[in-house]
């Protein structure tokens, strides 16, 4: 009899979401805010049908050849999944799914907000009032750009760009985006298509939601930064696509007026770099973080694997 119960969740979901699975299956949580250490996760997904993971999850050959035969699925609980060997899990019939969709709102909002703190210099301005310096308001006092009816560029026009995009409107804002092929008329809705280049040189405002893949991994780096007008924005939604190292000098050397990122290459580290620069807004990945959104992405995780487990097709497969 195999001594494991047949799901591995490796992260504590929100609550409610592993009640849902309990309710079918007999489940080992890992119960903590944290990701498994590696020897841990290795040795816990032994024997398991069914494996709930994270984007600090690496999920590759070693990974599956622990877990054994009896996987069913790998149910990736983010829209990315970098973190996963498509290739390998391809190679053993194991289904992988992410939980696109339901985290659309609240990261595209998320998107915005790094947007207006980093023009309007919201970050430099509580971290005055903090320090209990003495501060008079002036015509000259921390003078940030406006949005209304400044060009904004889009990498990246999948959901989350297309979000953000319809956003714009209430700014008055003309949107341009690149992605590898133009969208159809009525999903750019009216959105303008751009080859890469030609989008950072016309982008006052960029902002970045293109997936991370060995395509896009950094992507935006000097050169591609040195193409944004002077004084531009940048707002990264997905790590590694722009250079942190290329994005921090960009912001020294005065290129960039701002800088705002929510997802870092080597979380939980943050570059020195970028820490020291005061016009850099930086947000621990907060992109899906309301209460709402880490439900519904609990709870499309539990379904994929309630669907393998009873034999039926997952809701939200990738890499087929």
Same mark, same amino acid.
């Given at each position: 009899?195999?001594?494991? !119960? !047949?799901?591995?969740?490796? *992260? *504590?979901?929100?609550?409610?979401?592993?009640?849902?699975?309990?309710?079918?299956?007999?489940?080992?949580?890992?119960?903590?805010?944290?990701?498994?250490?590696?020897?841990?996760?290795?040795?816990?997904?032994?024997?398991?049908?069914?494996?709930?993971?994270?984007?600090?999850?690496?999920?590759?050959?070693?990974?599956?050849?622990? $877990?054994?035969?009896?996987?069913?699925?790998? @149910?990736?609980?983010?829209?990315?999944?970098?973190?996963?060997?498509? @290739?390998?899990?391809?190679?053993?019939?194991? &289904?992988?799914?992410?939980?696109?969709?339901?985290?659309?709102?609240?990261?595209?909002?998320?998107?915005?907000?790094?947007?207006?703190?980093?023009?309007?210099?919201? %970050?430099?301005?509580?971290?005055?009032?903090?320090?209990?310096?003495? +501060?008079?308001?002036? !015509?000259?006092?921390?003078?940030?750009?406006?949005?209304? %009816?400044?060009?904004?560029?889009?990498?990246?026009?999948? *959901?989350?760009?297309?979000?953000?995009?319809?956003?714009?409107?209430?700014?008055?804002?003309?949107?341009?985006?690149?992605?590898?092929?133009?969208?159809? &008329?009525?999903?750019?809705?009216?959105?303008? +298509?751009?080859?890469?280049?030609?989008?950072?040189?016309?982008?006052?405002?960029?902002?970045?939601?293109?997936?991370?893949?060995?395509?896009?991994?950094?992507?935006?780096?000097? *050169?591609?930064?040195?193409?944004?007008?002077?004084?531009?924005?940048?707002?990264?939604?997905?790590?590694?696509?722009?250079?942190?190292?290329?994005?921090?000098?960009?912001?020294?050397?005065?290129?960039?007026?701002? $800088?705002?990122?929510?997802?870092?290459?080597?979380?939980?580290?943050? &570059?020195?770099?970028?820490?020291?620069?005061?016009? @850099? =807004?930086?947000?621990?990945?907060?992109?899906?973080?309301?209460?709402?959104?880490?439900?519904?992405?609990?709870?499309?995780? =539990?379904?994929?694997?309630?669907?393998?487990?009873?034999?039926?097709?997952?809701?939200?497969?990738?890499?087929?």
């Amino acid at each position: 009899m195999n001594e494991h !119960p !047949p799901v591995l969740v490796s *992260r *504590r979901l929100a609550p409610g979401v592993a009640e849902r699975l309990t309710a079918h299956h007999a489940a080992t949580v890992h119960d903590s805010d944290l990701p498994m250490a590696r020897a841990e996760l290795l040795a816990a997904v032994r024997g398991r049908r069914a494996l709930i993971t994270t984007l600090d999850d690496r999920v590759d050959a070693e990974l599956l050849d622990a $877990a054994g035969p009896g996987l069913e699925i790998v @149910a990736n609980h983010a829209v990315g999944y970098h973190n996963v060997d498509l @290739a390998a899990c391809a190679e053993r019939g194991i &289904p992988v799914t992410n939980t696109p969709g339901v985290l659309t709102a609240a990261t595209a909002d998320m998107a915005w907000a790094l947007l207006l703190a980093a023009t309007r210099r919201l %970050g430099e301005g509580e971290r005055l009032l903090r320090s209990g310096e003495a +501060w008079a308001w002036a !015509p000259n006092f921390l003078l940030g750009l406006e949005l209304t %009816g400044t060009p904004l560029g889009i990498l990246g026009m999948g *959901r989350i760009g297309q979000a953000v995009a319809r956003r714009a409107r209430g700014f008055d804002m003309p949107v341009r985006y690149h992605n590898r092929h133009p969208l159809p &008329p009525e999903r750019a809705d009216g959105a303008e +298509w751009l080859p890469l280049d030609d989008l950072l040189a016309t982008s006052t405002v960029l902002v970045v939601t293109c997936p991370l893949s060995d395509a896009t991994r950094h992507l935006l780096d000097a *050169r591609r930064l040195a193409l944004l007008p002077p004084g531009a924005v940048v707002v990264s939604m997905t790590a590694g696509v722009v250079d942190e190292e290329a994005l921090a000098a960009a912001l020294e050397s005065g290129a960039l007026f701002a $800088a705002a990122v929510d997802n870092f290459e080597h979380e939980p580290a943050v &570059p020195s770099a970028l820490l020291a620069q005061d016009r @850099a =807004v930086l947000a621990p990945h907060l992109g899906s973080a309301t209460v709402r959104t880490r439900q519904a992405m609990g709870d499309l995780a =539990v379904d994929n694997v309630l669907a393998a487990l009873s034999g039926k097709a997952p809701l939200t497969p990738v890499g087929r």
